[in-house]
């Protein structure tokens, strides 16, 4: 609880915004009421000063971590963080003796999109795709964008091949509804191939070899 001598000062960004207050009382014996107060805000101005640069570390540390696991574009996952996910999920499943599976989902047609209609439709198109898969999975699920125009979905915990494909299905059919954008309509489509663990392998390659060998439209 600040008292009615604390000396105050806001704490502030690199950019000038107030991120908060800092308020300094004394517990000593100032020689006189001027030493008293120049001490407090010496020593809050060096310390809004510290938390600020604290603060803002934190902040771009976060940002830098954000942009090192995660598809600018899209804002889904990036390959780095589905390969992370992925070395954690199948420590987890030879531990637990449980099944898992990756669903690889190749676009059709994306480069004749951005030859048609440009880049920036090709983009927007991407995002909403994005939107649409992330929409029919669950929490525990990971869906990453690992290419220009594929995409990779880590189910951590399938009841077997069925359940897998089930899940492949319900990604085709988002698909299904056409994509209207900035006036374009595109009929999207799209192939999967799904691998399941540890029949197809543990590790990443052995699962991408064997989800790409099993692609196939719904």
């Given amino acids: 609880?600040?008292?009615?001598?604390?000396?105050?000062?806001e704490i502030l960004s690199p950019a000038r915004d107030r991120l908060g207050e800092l308020a300094v009382g004394a517990s000593w014996e100032p020689a006189s009421a001027e030493s008293l107060e120049a001490s407090r805000a010496a020593i809050c101005k060096i310390g809004c000063s510290l938390i600020a640069l604290a603060i803002e570390t934190?902040?771009?540390?976060?940002?830098?971590?954000?942009?090192s696991e995660y598809d600018s574009l899209t804002n889904v996952a990036n390959r780095v963080q589905l390969e992370r996910r992925l070395?954690?999920?199948?420590?987890?499943?030879?531990r637990a003796k449980k099944q898992f599976a990756i669903v690889y989902i190749d676009l059709d047609g994306f480069k004749q999109i951005n030859d048609l209609h440009g880049y920036r439709i090709g983009d927007l198109y991407l995002q909403q795709i994005s939107a649409r898969l992330a929409?029919?999975?669950?929490?525990?699920?990971?869906?990453a964008r690992v290419?220009?125009?594929?995409?990779?979905?880590?189910?951590?915990?399938?009841?077997g091949r069925n359940e897998a494909e089930e899940i492949a299905n319900r990604l085709l059919r988002c698909f299904d509804p056409p994509f209207v954008i900035d006036g374009v309509t595109i009929q999207g489509s799209a192939s999967v191939?799904?691998?399941?663990?540890?029949?197809?392998?543990?590790d990443a390659d052995q699962l991408k070899r064997?989800?790409?060998?099993?692609?196939?439209?719904l």
């Fill in 1 to 9: 609880t600040w008292s009615a001598g604390d000396h105050r000062c």
């Fill in 58 to 67: 934190r902040r771009l540390s976060d940002v830098l971590r954000y942009q």
């Fill in 87 to 94: 070395e954690e999920t199948a420590s987890d499943s030879r």
């Fill in 135 to 143: 929409g029919s999975l669950r929490t525990a699920d990971t869906l």
């Fill in 147 to 159: 290419g220009g125009d594929e995409f990779a979905v880590l189910i951590p915990d399938v009841e």
């Fill in 193 to 202: 191939g799904v691998a399941v663990s540890p029949e197809d392998g543990w």
């Fill in 210 to 217: 064997a989800a790409d060998s099993r692609r196939r439209k």
